[in-house]
Nanobody, 121 residues
Framework: QVQLVESGGGLVQAGGSLRLSCAAS????????MGWFRQAPGKEREFVAA???????NYADSVKGRFTISRDNAKNTVYLQMNSLKPEDTAVYYC???????????????WGQGTQVTVSS
């Protein structure tokens, strides 16, 4: 059974930084794409960043140049380094992964419980 556990959220002032972590278990981590999503109050969940098994990355336009996604396959962990945070980045951040290995897809099947990020102005 795939399990994803996020950590690293918190309260930070605008312009500050946070690093989120997502520890995965239940299967061979390195074969699967991983993603970060977020959901702000009253809004739909939105894509933030993703990293494939081959380390190819892509980002939402709203976070390009500020956020960096990375993975450590030895630790079965994916990270989201968030710099130059803005109040509009406030949301619950979710880690997610796909069902099928070695596949490029926008469908994520497994989700973590989320971690709150709050950016004060």
């Amino acid at each position: 059974q795939v399990q994803l556990v996020e950590s690293g959220g918190g309260l930070v002032q605008a312009g500050g930084s946070l690093r989120l972590s997502c520890a995965a278990s239940g299967r061979t981590f390195s074969s699967y794409a991983m993603g970060w999503f977020r959901q702000a109050p009253g809004k739909e969940r939105e894509f933030v960043a993703a990293i494939r098994w081959n380390y190819h990355t892509n980002y939402a336009d709203s976070v390009k140049g500020r956020f960096t996604i990375s993975r450590d396959n030895a630790k079965n962990t994916v990270y989201l380094q968030m710099n130059s945070l803005k109040p509009e980045d406030t949301a619950v951040y979710y880690c997610a992964t796909v069902r099928t290995p070695w596949v490029v897809t926008t469908t994520y099947d497994y989700w973590g419980q989320g971690t709150q990020v709050t950016v004060s102005s």
